[in-house]
Nanobody, 115 residues
Framework: QVHLMESGGGLVQPGGSLTLSCAAS????????MGWYRQTPGNERDLVAQ???????NYADSVKGRFTISRDNAKNTVYLRMNSLKPEDTARYYC?????????WGRGTQVTVSS
């Protein structure tokens, strides 16, 4: 059983920055790829950033150049640094493995970009 807990969301103005954290339980964290997903009401949950066990990263075009994903395997934690935030980044953000083999999603953390 793996538990996920996201934190760090909040209200931020356009152009601002925010860092999200995801704490994961389990002994296999360091061996799997992890990612950040986001979802808005009525839409699917989309992968926006991913990082392999070895540290290779990949990003959706919508966030490329603005978001940075990183991980600390010793802390079983994955991070998402979000810069130059836009209103369209407003969503609830979740973490999970890539692909999403962890059955139970966390509660997510809400990011709202607004003036």
């Amino acid at each position: 059983q793996v538990h996920l807990m996201e934190s760090g969301g909040g209200l931020v103005q356009p152009g601002g920055s925010l860092t999200l954290s995801c704490a994961a339980s389990g002994r296999i964290f360091g061996l799997v790829a992890m990612g950040w997903y986001r979802q808005t009401p009525g839409n699917e949950r989309d992968l926006v950033a991913q990082i392999s066990s070895g540290g290779s990263t990949n990003y959706a075009d919508s966030v490329k150049g603005r978001f940075t994903i990183s991980r600390d395997n010793a802390k079983n934690t994955v991070y998402l640094r979000m810069n130059s935030l836009k209103p369209e980044d407003t969503a609830r953000y979740y973490c999970n493995a890539v692909p999403t083999w962890i059955n139970s999603w966390g509660r997510g953390t809400q990011v709202t970009v607004s003036s």
